[in-house]
């Protein structure tokens, strides 16, 4: 009897352990409802006018006072992220906005591009050829695969 005891322990044990890791992000399709899932790093946004901070509740003075200091302010819990849904069957990207630990998920307005770096504007100019799309893509120098 103790030995059944001392499995349903280790077993009780084993489930407060699981318990306590993190949790998958609840994002969800606005569209669907579904679960995201992330294909991308995060892109965080920065403010780089008094207006953008303002608009995040920062008083004119300080907005002011912040930028004279530096010339963009990063924002922690704004971003750019590219999600894949199982409904769609198609990558999209999203803006993500936490606010205590809740998601807020919305489609990008053009203008939010620009304060955003390291993300190439996925709606690129069609004048520009695939093949230069996809080398600005390229992080490494060595791309000679493609001359060949």
């Known amino acids: 009897m103790s030995v059944q005891q001392d499995k349903e322990d280790e077993l009780q044990r084993r489930c407060?352990?699981?318990r306590k890791r993190s949790q998958r992000r609840k994002i969800y399709?606005?569209?669907?409802?579904?679960?995201?899932d992330?294909?991308?790093k995060k892109f965080y946004l920065y403010a780089d006018t008094p207006g953008q901070l303002q608009a995040r509740g920062v008083s004119s003075r300080n907005a002011r006072m912040l930028l004279a200091q530096q010339q963009a302010i990063p924002l922690s819990d704004e971003w750019l992220e590219a999600?894949?849904?199982q409904e769609c069957h198609q990558k999209t990207w999203y803006r993500i906005r936490k606010r205590n630990h809740i998601y807020e998920v919305s489609s990008v307005p053009a203008e939010i591009w620009q304060q955003v770096t390291g993300v190439i504007y996925?709606?690129?100019?069609?004048?520009v050829s695939?093949?230069?799309?996809?080398q600005v893509k390229k992080l490494g120098y060595h791309t000679g695969k493609d001359f060949r």
């Open 122 to 127: 996925p709606d690129h100019n069609p004048s």
């Open 16 to 18: 407060n352990r699981n």
């Open 38 to 40: 992330s294909v991308s």
């Open 83 to 85: 999600f894949w849904c």
């Open 29 to 36: 399709c606005p569209i669907h409802g579904c679960y995201l």
């Open 130 to 134: 695939e093949f230069t799309q996809r």
